[in-house]
């Protein structure tokens, strides 16, 4: 199905090229929409280009998280952190207690 609008955050696909692409930012002003491959290269296309292109919604290729620089198995927790010999236990933060936030 050929769409209209880009949406940021979907994925198209190029009927020429085959090429899948995440759209990452919109313009208005510039007249222009941010895409970025999945190897991570950002490109850019004018609106113009976008109504030309004809380009077509696809699903998240299935290693869309290297587009980011980020492996499916990445951990998001301190991993390097706590290799550090600076690194205490006590440095960090429990945002469980938000008692320091009261009354804003």
Known sequence: ???RSPEIGFWYRSPNT???FEIVA???HQGTIEIQ???GDLDELDWHDWRRGHFIATP???DALNALGMDQQENWDDELQTDDPLFDESDRYDW???TDFDGI
């Open 1 to 3: 199905m050929m769409l």
């Open 60 to 62: 998240p290729p299935d």
């Open 96 to 98: 469980s207690d938000n």
């Open 37 to 39: 491959y999945i190897d």
């Open 18 to 20: 085959h090429a899948s």
């Open 26 to 28: 919109l313009d208005e």
